[in-house]
């Protein structure tokens, strides 16, 4: 018996999706918020500042968790071919799109891990990093490389790709009239 090719997604990978999606996008906001405090009250972050870290670390460990999961279901089940109605080179730009996204999943919060240290070196009223108030932070040890650069660099490519890969949805949906969001949404 032959089992017809799916053509949307499967629930598991449409919840990754739309769950990573929120955090990711609510990361790149709230790291922009946390160089707009620093810019604002420079050394001093207060109250607010300290806890708006310890989110943007916890969620990025979240990530770092989810996309090691993700990978894992994604290579035991494979996604759905995307429709002939996409053109050979618009198929090109998606896989490298989607490749580059998993690549920064896991580069964004690793970069950040290893730019901590520097970051709290700087900021000495950031005491009591804990994972999900259940444990101390653990600091990466020093290294001599800049992290914060990639980082930086990291969250910019990231929000580049997020514009196109919005846009191309878009285009998708509503120019070339090919039902794209359907293949990512409950069903
Ligand atoms: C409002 C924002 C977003 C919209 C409207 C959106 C829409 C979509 C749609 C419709 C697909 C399915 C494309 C297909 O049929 O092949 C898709 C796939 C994908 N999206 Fe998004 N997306 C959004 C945000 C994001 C974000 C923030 C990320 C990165 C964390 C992301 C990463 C991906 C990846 C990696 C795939 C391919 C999944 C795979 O094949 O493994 N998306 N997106």
């Known amino acids: ?44 972050h207060g109250e607010g500042g300290i806890s708006l870290i ?23 089940n494979p996604p759905p071919a995307l429709p002939d109605t996409v053109k050979p080179w618009e198929k090109k ?8 996204f998993y690549v920064l999943m896991i580069v964004l919060p ?10 709290v070196a700087k900021h000495s009223e950031v005491v009591g990093l804990n994972l999900f108030g259940f444990m101390d932070f653990h600091l990466a040890p020093a290294v001599s490389i800049k992290t914060i650069i990639l980082h930086k660099l990291g969250s910019t490519i990231a929000l580049a790709l997020l514009a196109l890969h919005v846009l191309a ?4 949906q509503f120019i070339d009239d090919t039902k794209i969001f359907s293949r990512m949404m409950p069903h």
């Open 1 to 44: 018996m032959t089992t017809k090719p799916r053509t949307t997604y499967d629930r598991v990978a449409i919840i990754l999706h739309w769950l990573m999606a929120i955090l990711l996008i609510g990361m790149l906001l709230l790291g922009e918020d946390m160089m707009e405090i620093e810019k604002e009250i420079g050394e001093d």
């Open 54 to 76: 310890n989110l943007h670390v916890n969620i990025g460990i979240a990530i770092l968790v989810l996309i090691v999961l993700r990978i894992v279901w994604r290579i035991a």
């Open 93 to 100: 730009i998606a896989t490298i799109t989607y490749g580059l």
């Open 110 to 119: 690793l970069t950040g891990w290893f730019a901590l240290p520097g970051f």
């Open 169 to 172: 949805a878009l285009k998708h």
